[in-house]
C-alpha cells in the first residue's frame, strides 16, 4: 500500500505541476528546466563520475581483463550454456538477455542522436562518447553485478531483478539506510514505468512513422484526415500495434526469442552498409579521425563556436556525454531488468555481458554512425555546414547512404535507414515494454503486469498519432531522472561490487582453492546457485 500510496502521490504532483502551466509552451518551459538540470553537468558529473570510480574499484577490468571478457562475451556466444535456449520458467539465455538488452538500447539514438551530437558539439563530441562509454562499461557492469546478486523469484517462478531491488535490499540493509532505500526503489520505479510509455514507446513508434512515411509515401493515404493524423499514419500504428502485442503480451521468453533473431541481423546489415559507405569514401577516414581528434579539444566550426573558448569545448564534451550515455543507457538501471533474467549463475559473468554492451552499442554501431557521417562529405568538416535537404538528425545518415546506394534515381540508401529506424525502434519499444513491466511488478505486484502490458501495446496507437515533440521532452526528463535513484544504489554498493569481482578474478584467473563464490544475498539463492555450480563442474 505505501508504494501505491507514493507512486499515486508522485503522478498527483506530476500532473499538478503539468496542469498548472497553462500553455504548451509553459509546459515545455518547465520540463526543459528540470531537463537542463537532469541532463545538465550535474548529470553528467554524476554519471561519468561513477563509472571512473567503479573502473578504479574494479582495477580497470574493462582492459585488465579484456581477453578474458571478450572470451565469455561474445567469443563464447555458440556455446550451449550462452546461447542454448533454458527450460527454467522464466530464464532466459545469457545471449538472449544480451539481445533483449541491445534491442532496448540500440534505437533511434545510435543514428539520429549521434549525428544531432556533432551538429551541435562537432565532430569532438564523438571523442567524448567514446570516453562516456569507456567508462561506461564499468557502470553498467556494475549494475548487473549487483542487479544478479540481488534477483529473486517472483510467484510466476521468473526471475526478477533491477535497480529497486538492490536499492531495497542492498541500500536498506545499511545501517539508518533502510526508509531511504524503500523510498528510493519506490521512485525509481514510478520514473522507470514513466518512461516506459513515453521514451520506450510513443517517441520510438513517432520516429518510426514519420521516417516510414518520409521513405516510402503514399499520397492517398496521407491525404485522408482521421483521428486528427493522417490515414496512413493510423494504419501503420494499427500494424505496429498488433504485432507487437503478439510478441509483448507473449512474456519475456516471446520478447528474447524474437530480439535473439532480430537485433544480431540489423546490427551486422547496419555495420555492412556503413562499411560500405566508409569504404567508398576512404580517403576520407584520416582527415574524419583528425578532425574526432581536433575538435575534442579545440573546436573550430562556425556551428559551435558562439562563445568563450571553455564555453565551446564544454558544450562539446557535454554533448558527447549526453549522447553516449542516451544511445547506451548505462547509468540509467534500464537493461539490468532484463540482463536480471538470464540463467547465469555468477553475478560476474552477466556483468561482463553489460561490458559487451556497451562496447557493441556506442563503440561499434555508434561509430559507424559517426564516420559515415564524417567521410561522405554530407557535412563539411572544416565549417558543419550542412549538405542541402539535411538536418541534424537520421537525415545526414539517410543522405549519405544515398550517395552511395542510388540506383535508376531512386534513393534505396534513405529507404534501408527508414527500415533500420524501424527496427532499431521497434524493437526498443519491446525491450522497455519489459522494463515498465518490471517496475509495474515492484510496485502493483506479478499479477496485475498483463493489465500494464495491454495498456503498453494500446499507446503504440498514440505515438502514431502524436504531432507535438513535447511528449517525447517529458518523457527523456523521466529517462534521466531514473538515474539519480539508481546511481546512488551503485555508488552505495561499490564496495561489494568490488568485492564480488575480487572474488571471481581470484577463484577463476588465479585458481585461489577454498574460496566461497559470492552468487546472492539470499541464503536460499545462493545454496541453491552453487549446487548449480558444482553438478555443472564450474566449482
Not at 261 to 276: D, T, W, Y
Not at 313 to 335: C, D, H, M, P, T
Request: aromatic share 12%; with cysteine.
Amino acid at each position: 500500500m505505501k508504494k501505491k500510496f507514493i507512486f499515486a502521490l508522485l503522478c498527483f504532483l506530476v500532473m499538478t505541476l503539468l496542469c498548472s502551466c497553462k500553455t504548451e509552451d509553459s509546459i515545455a518551459n518547465v520540463n526543459g528546466k528540470v531537463n537542463d538540470f537532469v541532463w545538465g553537468w550535474f548529470g553528467v558529473i554524476l554519471l561519468v563520475g561513477t563509472g571512473i570510480i567503479m573502473t578504479l574499484l574494479t582495477k580497470v577490468f574493462q582492459i585488465s581483463h579484456i581477453g578474458h571478457w571478450f572470451k565469455h562475451t561474445i567469443g563464447s556466444v555458440f556455446k550451449k550454456h550462452v546461447s542454448g535456449h533454458t527450460k527454467d520458467k522464466g530464464s532466459i539465455s545469457q545471449f538472449q538477455a544480451l539481445c533483449t538488452a541491445l534491442a532496448a538500447t540500440i534505437g533511434v539514438g545510435n543514428i539520429a542522436g549521434v549525428a544531432a551530437a556533432i551538429c551541435t558539439g562537432g565532430p569532438g563530441a564523438v571523442f567524448w562518447m567514446w570516453v562516456a562509454a569507456f567508462f561506461g562499461m564499468m557502470t553498467n557492469y556494475s549494475e548487473n553485478v549487483l542487479g544478479i546478486f540481488y534477483r529473486r523469484k517472483n510467484s510466476d517462478g521468473e526471475w526478477s531483478g533491477g535497480a529497486m531491488y538492490y536499492l531495497r535490499d542492498g541500500l536498506g540493509a545499511k545501517k539508518n539506510c533502510k526508509t531511504l532505500g524503500k523510498v528510493l526503489a519506490v521512485i525509481f520505479s514510478c520514473f522507470a514505468l514513466l518512461a516506459s510509455f513515453g521514451i520506450g514507446n510513443m517517441g520510438q513508434v513517432n520516429k518510426i512513422v514519420i521516417n516510414f512515411a518520409d521513405a516510402f509515401p503514399s499520397e492517398s493515404l496521407s491525404r485522408v484526415n482521421f483521428l486528427g493524423t493522417s490515414l496512413y499514419n493510423v494504419i501503420l500504428g494499427v500494424a505496429l500495434m498488433l504485432i507487437a502485442g503478439l510478441i509483448i503480451l507473449g512474456g519475456i521468453k516471446r520478447i528474447a526469442n524474437f530480439a535473439e533473431k532480430i537485433v544480431p541481423v540489423m546490427v551486422v546489415l547496419f555495420i555492412i552498409g556503413s562499411l560500405v559507405i566508409i569504404g567508398v569514401n576512404y580517403q576520407h577516414i584520416g582527415l574524419a579521425f583528425g578532425a574526432i581528434f581536433r575538435d575534442a579539444f579545440n573546436p573550430t566550426w562556425k556551428t559551435v563556436t558562439g562563445g568563450a573558448g571553455g564555453f565551446v569545448l564544454s558544450v562539446v564534451i557535454k554533448q558527447g556525454f549526453k549522447r553516449g550515455v542516451f544511445s547506451n543507457e548505462a547509468g540509467l538501471g534500464s537493461s539490468v531488468m532484463v540482463h536480471s533474467n538470464s540463467n547465469v549463475k555468477e553475478p560476474v559473468k552477466q556483468g561482463m555481458w553489460g561490458i559487451f554492451e556497451v562496447f557493441a552499442d556506442t563503440m561499434v554501431v555508434c561509430t559507424m554512425t559517426a564516420l559515415v557521417i564524417l567521410t561522405s562529405g554530407v557535412i563539411d568538416l572544416n565549417t558543419g555546414s550542412l549538405a542541402d535537404g539535411t538536418s541534424g538528425d537520421a537525415t545526414l545518415v539517410a543522405k549519405a547512404f544515398d550517395k552511395v546506394f542510388t540506383f535508376g534515381g531512386v534513393g534505396f540508401g534513405s529507404k534501408f535507414i527508414a527500415l533500420a529506424i524501424l527496427l532499431f525502434a521497434f524493437t526498443t519499444v519491446l525491450g522497455w515494454s519489459h522494463y515498465g513491466s518490471k517496475a509495474w511488478e515492484y510496485l502493483f505486484g506479478t499479477k496485475s503486469t498483463y493489465f500494464y502490458k495491454v495498456v503498453f501495446v494500446l499507446m503504440i496507437m498514440s505515438g502514431a498519432v502524436m504531432t507535438s515533440s513535447l511528449a517525447w521532452d517529458i518523457s527523456d526528463t523521466f529517462n534521466g531522472l531514473m538515474m539519480i535513484p539508481n546511481l546512488i544504489g551503485v555508488l552505495s554498493l561499490s564496495a561489494l561490487v568490488a568485492k564480488i569481482t575480487k572474488n571471481y578474478v581470484d577463484r577463476k584467473l588465479r585458481k585461489k582453492q577454498g574460496i566461497k563464490p559470492m552468487l546472492s544475498f539470499d541464503n536460499e539463492i545462493q545454496n541453491e546457485q552453487e549446487a548449480r555450480l558444482k553438478a555443472d563442474g564450474e566449482l
